[in-house]
């Protein structure tokens, strides 16, 4: 059973910063792509940042030369570093996983519960 678990969002000020971590397990972590997504209220959920396997990195524009996504395959850890917030990244951050298993099948396309980040003017 794959299994995301999101820690670090709470309340910053703007031009501050926090660091979210999401533990997987269930899954063959290092060979799964790992993503941060995010929903404001009353807004659709959009891609915050992704990894590959091989440590590629895509960001939305949005975030770019602010948040860094990292991956530490010992630990099953994704993180998402996040910095000079803005009160626009408030909201919830959700983190994804694409997961395969240790033979390559496909398991599906899981998300953790979320975390709430707010960030104050």
């Known amino acids: 059973q794959v299994q995301l678990v999101e820690s670090g969002g709470g309340l910053v000020q703007a031009g501050g910063s926090l660091r979210l971590s999401c533990v997987a397990s269930?899954?063959?972590?290092?060979?799964?792509?790992m993503g941060w997504h995010r929903q404001a209220p009353g807004k659709q959920r959009e891609l915050v940042a992704r990894?590959?396997?091989?440590?590629?990195?895509i960001y939305a524009d949005s975030v770019k030369g602010r948040f860094t996504i990292s991956r530490d395959n010992a630990k099953n850890t994704v993180y998402l570093q996040m910095t000079s917030l803005k009160p626009e990244d408030t909201a919830v951050y959700y983190c994804n996983e694409v997961a395969y298993s240790s033979s390559r099948a496909y398991l599906g396309n899981y998300w953790g519960q979320g975390t709430q980040v707010t960030v104050s003017a």
């Open positions: 990894i590959t396997s091989d440590g590629s990195t």
């Open positions: 269930g899954a063959s972590f290092a060979i799964n792509a």
